[in-house]
């Protein structure tokens, strides 16, 4: 395994990440999910990636769990918060409540004295930034918090949010937390060049696009038995990926892998590791050998023919339009016209209980 810097902050990250949506606390049991941390563990994975909203905060239990005897130096523990944890008003989003209510309960699950990397799950525009960034580093001052990142944030919100740190000598934001992956590029244009100014990494996520990248669906067919396409909370995710034209598509990236002496999966997550914005791709995995395989795609380099010939096969489904982060305000038109999953209702200001159950 290879470590990376995370932005210029000075923590080290393995370069393949372990996240644990979807998984653990839900489609899987704890045996699986330990039998899981266990491998990455062997395999010198030692950045895992949870929220409080995993599994409506059975995640990280699992993940304090299965990490309990580990030594806590060894390893880079990431959490998030935003998405709703319980019924009320103020169970949501980045107020200085939520906030430090918030962490609190995650130390707990987590079985730890510090969270090593606290981010802001999405932007929440009913609060103003400045008391979101106050709350952060209050708790980097007590020591409960090592670092702070965001996720899906666009460009400019992490732009003022660096400019609001820095005017109030407050601690900064050092990640972002995206998709990419060989389909969704959206980050490139806007989010990688601010960030990049801003020594911001990027921990990306779904790098092999939930699945879908290692080429086991296939199109016209019904998904394999126990993917997360027929997983009740990880189907609607995943929808988007699974239209036949993506997946012919995939299909044809097959012999370009090969040659490469690698696995789809492998070259998936290696394509996003080539871009040196990246300081993580987080992989999911439902099983052991999943992890294994996955984390052998670290240090691979992949030459220019082989990343011209995945552009070109996959030509047409690549999406690259920054209306497509998740936190832009155009984000809900975009989204239903492309069929993707929307825990948040925000024309009707509502969460959907089903899909917060399973919210990213
Ligand atoms: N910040 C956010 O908003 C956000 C959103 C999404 C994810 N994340 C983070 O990123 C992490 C990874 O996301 P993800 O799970 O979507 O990533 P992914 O690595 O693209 O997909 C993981 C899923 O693909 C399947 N898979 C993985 N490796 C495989 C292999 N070698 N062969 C066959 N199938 C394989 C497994 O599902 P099945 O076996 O069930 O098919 C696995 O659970 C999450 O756990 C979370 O920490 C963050």
């Known amino acids: 395994m290879e470590y990376r810097q995370l932005g210029r902050s000075?923590?080290?990250?393995?370069?393949?990440?372990?996240?644990?949506?979807?998984?653990?606390?839900?489609?899987?049991?704890?045996?699986?999910?330990?039998?899981?941390?266990?491998?990455?563990?062997?395999?010198?994975?030692?950045?895992?990636?949870?929220?409080?909203?995993?599994?409506?905060?059975?995640a990280e239990e699992v993940l304090g769990k299965a990490l309990a005897g580990v030594?806590?130096?060894?390893?880079?523990?990431?959490?998030?918060?935003?998405?709703?944890?319980?019924?009320?008003?103020?169970?949501?989003?980045?107020?200085?409540?939520?906030?430090?209510?918030?962490?609190?309960?995650s130390l707990r699950r987590l079985?730890?004295?510090?969270?090593?990397?606290?981010?802001?799950?999405?932007?929440?525009h009913d609060v103003p930034l400045a008391e979101t960034l106050r709350a952060f580093d209050d708790l980097v001052r007590q020591g409960k918090v090592l670092?702070?990142?965001?996720?899906?944030?666009?460009?400019?919100?992490?732009?003022?949010?660096?400019?609001?740190a820095e005017d109030l000598g407050l601690d900064r934001i050092v990640s972002n937390q995206p998709q990419y992956n060989m389909i969704w590029r959206v980050i490139e244009t806007e989010v990688v060049p601010m960030s990049r100014q801003h020594g911001i990494g990027q921990m990306v996520f779904s790098p092999i696009a939930?699945?879908?990248?290692?080429?086991?669906?296939?199109?016209?067919?019904?998904?394999?038995?126990?993917?997360?396409?027929?997983?009740?909370?990880?189907?609607?995710?995943?929808?988007?990926?699974?239209?036949?034209?993506i997946l012919g598509k995939i299909q044809r990236l097959k012999p370009v892998a090969q040659e490469a002496g690698l696995t789809l999966a492998q070259?998936?997550?290696?394509?996003?590791?080539?871009?040196?914005?990246v300081s993580a791709a987080i992989v999911g995995a439902s099983r052991p050998d999943q992890v294994r395989e996955n984390a052998a795609a670290s240090g691979v380099r992949?030459?220019?023919?082989?990343?011209?010939?995945?552009?070109?096969?996959?030509?047409?489904?690549?999406?690259?339009?920054?209306?497509?982060?998740?936190?832009?305000?155009?984000?809900?038109?975009?989204?239903?016209?492309a069929g993707l999953a929307q825990p948040y209702d925000q024309s009707a200001g509502t969460y959907s209980t089903a899909a917060t159950a399973g919210a990213a």
Not at 111 to 124: E, F, N, S, V
Not at 269 to 274: P, S
Request: aromatic share 10%.
């Open 10 to 58: 000075g923590l080290k990250v393995s370069e393949i990440a372990y996240g644990n949506w979807l998984t653990h606390g839900s489609q899987i049991e704890e045996d699986g999910a330990r039998k899981c941390i266990s491998a990455a563990l062997d395999e010198g994975i030692t950045t895992f990636d949870t929220a409080d909203v995993y599994a409506l905060t059975k």
């Open 71 to 105: 030594r806590r130096e060894s390893v880079e523990v990431c959490t998030k918060v935003y998405w709703p944890t319980g019924p009320g008003a103020n169970d949501r989003g980045l107020s200085r409540k939520h906030i430090i209510e918030s962490a609190n309960a």
């Open 111 to 124: 079985g730890t004295d510090y969270i090593d990397l606290y981010q802001a799950h999405r932007y929440d």
């Open 147 to 164: 670092y702070i990142g965001v996720s899906e944030w666009r460009a400019e919100e992490i732009a003022e949010a660096m400019k609001i």
């Open 210 to 245: 939930q699945g879908a990248l290692t080429g086991k669906y296939l199109p016209g067919a019904a998904p394999p038995a126990g993917s997360r396409a027929t997983d009740e909370h990880g189907s609607n995710f995943i929808r988007y990926f699974l239209a036949d034209e």
């Open 267 to 277: 070259l998936a997550v290696a394509w996003t590791l080539q871009n040196p914005a």
């Open 302 to 337: 992949l030459d220019e023919e082989t990343m011209r010939r995945i552009d070109d096969v996959l030509a047409g489904e690549i999406i690259t339009d920054p209306a497509y982060t998740p936190a832009s305000s155009t984000y809900s038109t975009v989204a239903a016209r």
